[in-house]
């Protein structure tokens, strides 16, 4: 497919045309090696680091426009006409992904007054926009809703009552989702569950709060109420977690109907299809899952002789992560003999904290060398944290040394947007790549920009 956009201001340059062929055993069918060299979306890594210098946030243009359209199908031929997908633009907040997430006709998720700002600044059209969070200010929702943002997701009492009063003060009537804890363990990490019942998240139906809290936005008089919001948490890859989100979200829906004698329309169910990081796990099959979840929604609607309501998602990692790659410069090869050995190189955990946080999972590859002895290191940053490891025990050249470049794969989601200036370090830019070149999206940030806000 096609798309003509041509980004203002910024300058394309010309790639060596590169064979375009997936690498034998590599993670994903955007990586690929041209001989001994590492490629990325077609074009030559090593190359790019020169170019840009590193460390570098690499961003294949095409791989995200595919993601989205491959929902935007799956929703069309499942959910029907009226459903949307929305990224959740946390995974991956700047400019040209606003843009990008326009041009393609998807919804987005802000969690934030910046993110919102940043999807405004790039044209972002506002009706699209949902606003997310558990714990949104006044500043916040007085900012929503002036933006004439499309819907907020509502967490909370207090919020409830806050967002009705500044609708109210600023002549509108405000669209809104409440954010219900449907009390399911999609089995991954605790610190990315979010739909149990005693999540930090949402308001639980198990203890009768949720019918409250529906009952309770029934008496705003300046919000529309519209439906609820679920998600249960993230690099889910669990058959089932979204079915079983359905038949608890049904079910609660047509109780709400019984009870309060009111009808929602829109169900959102939240993100977290799983992202492969590594060879040994499993690749998700999102049209498929998708049928299936729609298939359950069918039956359940039926079975409660329930309308069926509008569906939304917001996937964020899964349109956004293995569009991503991160590159590196090694500074230093220690040998602790007896031991362990480290590659450190001129990024860590400032550009990609998730190893830091919770122990995410990496593929490594080095840029040039290939087929030789290889041996395990654990790939170290640069910062002043003995937690500062990116990936441990990974494998690469023996003979790897000081300048050699290194890639991370699958850092397009949750890297840039969770990076830190920790160490006084810049955060690195972002290139993007398209078949007929590579442009800049986010500059390097500089040693003045370091000080800017500085007094
Ligand atoms: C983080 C989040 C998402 C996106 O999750 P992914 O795992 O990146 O798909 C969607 N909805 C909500 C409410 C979130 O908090």
Not at 299 to 312: D, G, N, S, T, W
Not at 424 to 450: C, F, H, N, Q, T
Request: glycine content about 10%.
């Amino acid at each position: 497919m096609r798309y003509i956009d041509k980004v203002n201001g910024t300058k394309y340059n010309h790639p060596v045309k590169m064979e375009k062929q997936r690498g034998r055993n590599m993670l994903s069918d955007n990586i690929g090696r041209s001989g001994s060299r590492l490629t990325f979306a077609g074009h030559d890594v090593t190359h790019l680091a020169e170019q840009y210098g590193t460390p570098l946030y690499l961003m294949d243009e095409e791989r995200i426009r595919r993601n989205c359209r491959m929902y935007l199908q799956a929703f069309r031929s499942s959910f029907g006409g009226n459903s949307l997908p929305l990224y959740a633009s946390k995974a991956a907040s700047f400019k040209q992904i606003y843009r990008i997430m326009a041009q393609e006709g998807m919804g987005v998720d802000t969690v934030s007054s910046g993110e919102i700002f940043t999807a405004l600044s790039a044209g972002f059209p506002p009706e699209r926009i949902f606003f997310h969070g558990n714990s949104k200010t006044d500043a916040d929702i007085r900012y929503g809703v002036a933006s004439g943002i499309g819907c907020f997701v509502v967490d909370n009492t207090e919020e409830l009552l806050a967002l009705n009063r500044e609708a109210g003060c600023q002549g509108k009537k405000q669209k809104v989702l409440l954010r219900i804890t449907p009390g399911i363990d999609p089995h991954t990490y605790d610190a990315v569950n979010t739909g149990m019942v005693d999540s930090k998240f949402g308001v639980p139906v198990e203890t009768g709060q949720a019918i409250e809290f529906v009952a309770l936005a029934l008496t705003m008089e300046n919000l529309q109420l519209c439906g609820l919001h679920c998600h249960v948490g993230s690099q889910v890859f669990d058959e089932d977690v979204f079915e079983r989100t359905v038949d608890l979200m049904v079910r609660f829906m047509a109780q709400v109907r019984d009870e309060l004698g009111f009808t929602l329309e829109e169900l959102n169910l939240g993100g977290g299809y799983g992202t492969r990081y590594q060879d040994s796990e499993p690749q998700v099959d999102i049209p498929a899952r998708i049928a299936e979840v729609a298939k359950r929604l069918r039956e359940q609607c039926a079975k409660y002789a329930f309308p069926l309501p509008r569906i939304l998602m917001e996937p964020g990692r899964s349109i956004v992560a293995d569009a991503g790659m991160t590159l590196y410069t090694v500074s230093s090869v220690k040998r602790i003999p007896g031991y362990k050995s480290y590659v450190a190189v001129d990024g860590g955990m400032t550009d990609n904290p998730r190893y830091a946080l919770y122990g995410s999972r990496y593929t490594v590859y080095h840029a040039e060398k290939s087929g030789g002895k290889e041996a395990v290191f654990d790939l170290v940053g640069r910062c002043c944290e003995s937690g500062d490891i990116i990936q441990p025990k990974v494998s690469l050249p023996e003979d790897t040394c000081r300048g050699d470049i290194i890639a991370v794969c699958t850092t397009g989601a949750y890297n840039y947007s969770m990076a830190s200036n920790y160490n006084r370090l810049p955060r690195p830019p972002i290139v993007m790549l398209r078949e007929d070149g590579a442009y800049l999206a986010v500059k390097r940030e500089s040693l003045e920009d370091l000080c800017a806000l500085d007094i």
